[in-house]
């Protein structure tokens, strides 16, 4: 099989310029980042995506690759001179969702659905915001159970979501709703599931819960910002990040979250700033 154009890895026109490519190289990066996706060729994918950009992005070898693949010189210097010349921080707008559900696992097939340019599956925290780590929350919550069977189901629940199976999962922590309804955890952990499932509005919903519980949960607001925000509720995206920020200031990716929020609207001053406060906080972000 031949390697894959360089241009399709990172799904951009071979004219494309480097603010558009850089642009993909951080959407797709972050999505097959190994510390947030799930999926067992992460780290191979990442490293593609690396070289892959390590070439597009130096216009002397982006030309030599491009009189590799059509015969021709590319059009990385147009590109750049496009970049140059710019009096404003204008952006295209993101391609349009298909027309069918994405696949349910992260790949580089066709159908996969985006909303505002962004893969709507996300796993474990996807896309920058910060991720409801099951095994912490396990933790936590088999301390303060008061109740010894929502603490088995709960913890079955955790052990049901690292192995992928969300649907069974929401079974075991519907009993430790049923148990005990004011176990903010609970709704958040399910949540997740939701979540994992594309059943973003049902997340919502538990992310309100939980959040009604326990107002000072920074991971349940991100958490909701990530669902607000792959609904295309960007503002709502914004403000759950905000709160999140406020109630732990010092988490990278939900700076990151919230910059790509602002960039779906197109406030790419804003979108900038939290990108650099994120990079400065986790270099993975960067």
């Not at 059509?70 to 969702?97: F, I, L």
């Not at 939980?210 to 709502?236: E, F, K, N, T």
């Not at 602002?262 to 986790?282: I, N, P």
Request: charged letters at 25%.
């Amino acid at each position: 099989m031949r390697d894959q154009n360089l241009y399709e890895l990172l799904q951009v026109s071979e004219n494309a310029d480097q603010e558009i490519i850089q642009a993909a190289y951080r959407r797709l990066v972050l999505r097959y980042h190994p510390d947030r996706s799930s999926e067992p060729n992460a780290a191979e994918m990442t490293q593609r995506l690396n070289d892959a950009y390590a070439i597009l992005s130096d216009p002397t070898r982006r030309a030599d690759y491009d009189r590799g693949i059509t015969g021709r010189p590319g059009s990385s210097t147009s590109g750049a001179d496009q970049t140059s010349s710019r009096t404003s921080r204008s952006k295209p707008n993101p391609p349009p969702p298909p027309s069918r559900p994405p696949p349910p696992t992260w790949s580089s097939k066709p159908d996969e659905g985006y909303i505002a340019g962004f893969p709507r599956r996300l796993l474990l925290g996807g896309i920058g915001i910060v991720a409801i780590l099951v095994v912490g929350i396990v933790v936590a919550i088999s301390v303060t159970a008061s109740d010894s069977e929502a603490e088995l189901n709960f913890n079955e629940g955790g052990d049901l979501v690292r192995q992928g199976n969300y649907k069974s999962a929401i079974l075991a922590f519907d009993k430790v709703i049923q148990i005990d309804p004011d176990f903010p955890k609970a709704y958040a952990a399910r949540a997740l599931s939701y979540r994992h499932l594309e059943q973003y509005q049902k997340a919502v919903n538990d992310y309100d819960k939980a959040i009604q519980l326990d107002p000072d949960d920074a991971v349940a607001y991100s958490g909701r910002g990530l669902s607000h925000h792959l609904l295309g509720r960007y503002q709502r995206a914004i403000a759950d990040y905000t709160r999140a920020i406020q109630l732990d200031p010092d988490d990278a990716v939900v700076y990151f979250g919230r910059a790509i929020s602002y960039q779906s609207l197109g406030q790419y001053g804003l979108s900038d700033a939290d990108e650099t406060k994120a990079c400065s906080l986790d270099s993975r972000t960067c």
